[in-house]
């Protein structure tokens, strides 16, 4: 299934900023503008401003479109407010991850979906196959939106300089939106993002969003916004401990094992896809865990590279990077259960060196010395 | 634009060499090689003495998001490693050709030089 990339409304906007393209989830998307370790310093201690258009969007309304959320969803998506937003997962009947999600409420029936850009056509398939059983109306609205997310501890004053004086964003709380309008582009402004900083990510028209993405970092140039490519993505997730789909979580890992059960609702009224499968594994215990981990070590643990404890293997790297803000290696890993159990030392194999897994609860950038 | 000095000679894996009279030679990467890896954190290299046939793996290089195998250009024995490059990685990315530079080797056949691409040739391949 080999295909032209496709090219979000801002890939003329990043050129022209020196981005490096790679391919991604079916997308030619901007890797890195100067550097991934600036761009990530840049996120942490000011603010960076990135394109995430690659990611799918779906609408769901009607008399039954929350049931039908509430089927397919593990976490509990029928009491969410309208204005509200929230972290679930798509599962398949064995417990397996589809896809991990945020879903916003926009009125009392109808709701916006965010979805992985690999995963959408999927995921497209997937829900409308299950929405047909419920009176409701599933729409993919991907074409209808470009996303940029804002994220540092700057973001939120930047964003402020294009929004009428009548908004509060600083308002805004975590996992809320509001509809707006910033340098007179309507959007949907979410206070939620994917780097462990506070920040915003922007819905809005595609024809809108280059000009959008040039007036915020006109407006945050002073105060050191940078446009970030998807490496400082995936490294700043990583720090903070947040899951990348097909990496923390898959068809393989469930929601359980990836340590993400709070967004699993078990108990939900009339179940969920997915449901009896976990609950039989939340009863039993998983079989491995996901874990974090730093090395103490110049050598950087990659995903799928071997997790031993005495010698035999217990497990294999999902993501590992160079944390930017603590110069060390930092990673996720899967590992049985048993050895995390009897909390053996534990290593990874990197080029025929054993190197010790010093195992850490994210973010990662922010433990104790 | 990256930029390849006339005065060295080239692998088709990105690596540069800097021959000296006295059968001696730099190694490093190109800034071609460099900009595509992005930042690097880390360079593995070989101990002083230890001896490599024409396309081995000497060592690796770290960048954030992979790791990428280095190979010695020519058949050669290590007989100094930049070890600035411990704590300075960095120098790679900023400086390729110069401070950049990872190993001092002496080849087994000064002559072999010439079988490396000269620097018009390694610029059609960039």
Known sequence: ?369 | MSSVPEDLRYTKDHEWLKASADGTALVGITDYAQQSLGDIVYVELPKVGTKFASGATFGVVESVKAASDLYMPIEAEVVEVNSTLESMPELVNQVPYVGGWMLKIRLANPASVDQLLDAAAYQQLT
Not at chain 1, 279 to 297: H, K, Q
Request: glycine residues 10%; aromatic residues 8%; proline residues 6%.
């Open chain 1, 1 to 369: 299934m080999t295909q032209t990339p496709a090219r979000t409304p801002l890939y003329d906007w990043h050129t022209r900023h020196g981005a490096r393209f790679v391919p991604f989830g079916g997308w030619e998307m901007p890797v890195q503008y100067t550097g991934i370790l600036e761009e990530h310093r840049a996120t942490r201690t000011a603010a960076g401003l990135f394109d995430v258009s690659h990611m799918g969007e779906a609408t769901v309304s009607g008399p039954q479109a929350s049931a039908f959320l509430d089927h397919v969803a593990t976490n509990r998506l029928g009491d969410l407010g309208v204005g509200r937003a929230r972290y679930t997962l798509l599962c398949a009947a064995d417990g397996g991850v589809v896809d991990d999600i945020i879903v916003y409420r926009t009125g009392s029936q109808s709701f916006l979906l965010c979805l992985n850009a690999g995963n959408t056509p999927g995921d497209i398939t997937w829900l409308t196959e299950h929405a047909a059983r419920f009176d409701c109306e599933f729409r993919n609205a991907s074409a209808d939106y470009a996303q940029l997310a804002l994220q540092g501890p700057r973001a939120v004053e930047i964003a402020t300089r294009l929004a009428p004086s009548t908004v509060c964003l600083a308002d805004v709380p975590r996992f809320s939106f509001v509809e707006i309008l910033l340098s007179g582009a309507p959007m949907l402004a979410s206070r939620t993002g994917y780097t462990g900083e506070d920040g915003f990510e922007f819905y809005l028209r595609p024809d809108q969003a280059a000009t959008f993405a040039e007036a915020l970092l006109v407006a945050g140039a002073d105060l050191g916004l940078k446009p970030c490519g998807l490496g400082a993505r995936d490294s700043l997730r990583l720090e903070a401990g947040l899951p990348l789909y097909g990496h923390e979580i898959s068809r393989e890992i469930t929601p359980l094992q990836a340590g993400l059960g709070w967004a699993v609702k078990l108990d939900k009224l009339g179940g969920f896809i997915g449901r009896d499968a976990l609950a039989a594994e939340a009863a039993a215990g998983s079989p491995s865990r996901v874990v974090f981990f730093i090395l103490d070590d110049r050598r950087v643990a990659r995903a799928d590279m071997v997790v031993s404890s005495s010698g035999k293997s217990v497990g294999k790297i999902l993501s590992g990077t160079v944390s930017p803000m603590i110069n060390q290696p930092i990673g996720s890993a899967l590992v049985e259960r048993a050895a995390l159990d009897a909390g053996a030392t534990l290593t990874v194999d990197v080029r025929g060196s054993a190197i010790p897994l010093r195992l850490a609860k994210p973010p990662l950038h922010k433990l104790p010395a």
